[in-house]
Structure formats: C-alpha cells, structure tokens
C-alpha cells in the first residue's frame, strides 16, 4: 500500500487545524544561518514513535528530509515568522528553534506551544494509522517481531531444571506431644519424592514454553509457505489453535502428520490437563461418578486399566527425557521441512510479509547461499539502522 487510505482526509483535517500555522520555510530561509540555537526534548512518553510525527508533518504538506549521519528524518518549517525544525537523532526526537531577537522566556513558550501542536498532531495521525491498521496487515504490509529467541530461552530454562532438579534432601521430623498435635512420633518426607514433584512442574512449564516457542515460529514462517492475502488473514491466522497453524505451514500428510500426532499425544497429556484447570481431555481421572452399591467411581472406567488414577501424576525420569528427545527430533526436521523459515527465525530478523519480500524469498528457494548471504545483508541493515549509519 502506498499511502494510508484516509492520507488525504488527515493531511486536510492538520493543516486546517493544529498545524495551520505551520509553513515550508522558502529558499532563503533554508541557506540562512540559524543563529544561536535552543532545543527541547520529546520524550518518548509523549511521543512513542517519532516515525508518526514526521509522517504528520508530511502529510500537512511540509517537506520531510533524510535520512542522514545519526538522524533517521529531520523536518523544517517556520511558525510565526520563527524557524524550527524537529529531527529524530540517534538519541532522541528534538526540536529546535532559531532564537534571533528572541527572549528566553519567549523561547520557552513558542517551544512549549509548537510541541504541544506536534504531539496534538501525532496523536491524530496515530488515530488514522488505527483505524487502518487490521487492513493493513490483512493485505501483507506488515511486519511481525521475531521473539524466537525469548521463547526459546524460556523453554530451557524450564528443560534445564526438569532434567537437573535441585537436590532435595530426606526429612525426618520428630513430633512432640507439645507441639500441639497432641501426639508423638516421626514425620519422614522423601526428597527424591519432592525432586520428582518440581521436576513434574518444570516439565509441564517447559512443554507450554515449546509450544509457544512452536506457535510463534509457525506465525513466522508463514510468508516462507505461500502466504497469499488473498486467501490467508494475518490477524485470523494468529489467533488460530496451533494445530491449524502446523497444518497450514507444513502439511497434513507424511512426517508433518507423524509429528503432529506425536506431540498431540505430549500435549493432551501433560500440558492441556494443567492449563485446563487440572481437567484431563474426557475427564476420565478428574470426575467421578456415584454408582450405585460401589461409590465414586472415574467416568472412564472401561480404560482404566494400565493408567493412573493420580490426574496429575508425576512425570518419571524416563518420561521427561522422552518427551525432549521428541522435541529435539521435531526442531531437526523442522529445520528441514522449512528451511528458508528455519534460517530466518533462527538469525533472530523480524519477519515481513508485503509482496516484495515474498517474492524475493520465493526466488531465492533453491539457492540457500544466495539466501544465506540475503540474511546476512539484512543483518548489517538492521545494525546499521539501530546506530543510524545512513
């Protein structure tokens, strides 16, 4: 999209109110010498994107210049007969005034006053970009942050100590009629038991950190799978259940169904019970009914046999290394079934989705050194732009 759809709309409604006064600063004003300076800050907690308020300033007809040496965009004008100019710098979004026959006191005012119009003009084209912004992304022209590695880091944290619990020593305790149970005798608490126990919720934690660090790469590997706009909704993509996402990304036959399977299995049993409140899937272990001549009983009787009765039982040693290797094999062959997607998702890039770099990713498929050396030119772009080397 080239321009906002409401563009023309905003740019009317700024110059006819808040930036009324504000007009492109002729030829010789441009190649006049500024004179003493002052400036002023704009916080970021007054203006969180500055990129929206040289877009505000543009859209009001004034003319946008940069990037240069450690700015990203710098625009002049002239409000009242005085020269300013606001710049996004490396360390902040300024604005400047040209204070030629000026009094301090009326430096600070016209700086507070012209500040006040800018933020009050930002936040009007912050509206606009609102209004639009589901459009937007729907059509392609959107970027979603990469946070592999976040995820990632979570999920082995919690693998870490579900592997290597922290050692939990036996207690035995002796209990004295004076200590108000009324009774004597010993209390024995096993620390292997306890280690078992914190392993069991770690590996629960790290299973929900897997799955999110699965989900959020599956949304990032979307442009890599044929993403078509027409067809595929961003913003419904997201907010789908993970399956749907795995089928859409890489297939429903093959090893794509294998693995699926496999870790529905690891979920259903580990991860769904805990965050579904302790409730299994069938709820035969959690709710049990009254029969008649016998009691509670589990609704799920018939498939009792060779399982627990425990709903939330603790995960064993050999269980816990089970459920890791299949991960490690998923995340191997991950890297295989997407390997444009994997290589991305892993250099830690954010992910576009407009047409532009779905057309350049599709012409670099079969030529992954070629792909390689486009990551690592995209790599240099971003530092360079965080530094703002233009």
């Known amino acids: 999209m080239e321009e906002l759809p409401n563009a023309a709309a905003l740019g009317h409604r700024l110059r006819t109110t808040m930036l009324r006064d504000f007009e492109r600063p002729t030829g010789s004003d441009l190649v006049a010498s500024w004179g003493p300076l002052s400036r002023i800050t704009i916080g970021l907690d007054e203006c969180p994107i500055p990129a929206v308020m040289g877009l505000a300033l543009k859209l009001a007809g004034l003319e946008r210049f ?97 592997l290597n619990p922290a050692v939990v020593e036996d207690e035995h ?26 392993s069991t919720h770690d590996v629960v934690a790290a299973i929900t950190a897997f799955l999110s660090r699965l989900e959020h790469d599956l949304v990032l590997s979307l442009p890599f799978a044929g993403f078509d706009p027409s067809e595929d909704r961003l913003i419904e993509f997201i907010g789908q259940r993970w399956g749907l996402k795995y089928e859409r990304v890489l297939g429903k036959t093959g090893q794509a169904k294998v693995y699926l399977d496999k870790l529905v299995n690891v979920m259903e049993r580990w991860r769904n019970t805990y965050t579904h ?48 290797a299949l991960f490690d094999e998923f ?39 070629r792909f390689q050396r486009y990551v690592d030119y995209v790599d240099h772009q971003v530092d360079q732009a965080m530094n703002m080397d233009f």
């Open 173 to 198: 305790l002796e209990i004295k009629p004076g200590d108000g149970f009324g009774i004597s005798g010993w209390s024995f608490t096993s620390g292997a038991a306890v280690m078992q126990l914190n």
């Open 277 to 324: 409140g302790g409730f299994e899937k069938g709820n035969e272990t959690t709710v049990y009914a009254h029969v008649p001549d016998v009691g509670a009983l589990p609704i799920g009787v018939s498939s009792m046999r060779g399982r627990s009765f425990l709903s939330l039982p603790n995960a064993t040693n050999g269980t816990i290394r089970d459920v890791f």
């Open 66 to 162: 940069g990037p240069g040496e450690k700015v990203a965009w710098w625009v002049s004008f002239v409000r009242e007969g005085v020269r300013y100019e606001v710049a996004h710098q490396k360390f902040g979004l300024r604005l400047r005034i040209a204070g030629d026959g000026l009094s301090e006191s009326e430096i600070e005012t016209r700086l507070t006053q012209t500040k006040k119009k800018l933020i009050s003009a930002t936040k009007v084209v912050e509206k606009g970009i609102n209004a639009n912004t589901d459009r937007l992304v729907d059509s392609g022209d959107a970027t979603v942050v990469n946070q592999h590695r976040r995820l990632e880091q979570a999920y082995e944290y919690f693998r870490d100590r579900a």
């Open 331 to 369: 995340d191997e062959w991950f890297a295989t079934a997407v390997p444009q997607a994997s290589t991305w998702i892993q250099s830690g890039l954010d992910v576009r989705f407009d047409v532009g770099f779905r057309d350049l990713v599709r012409s670099l498929a079969d030529d992954p050194d």
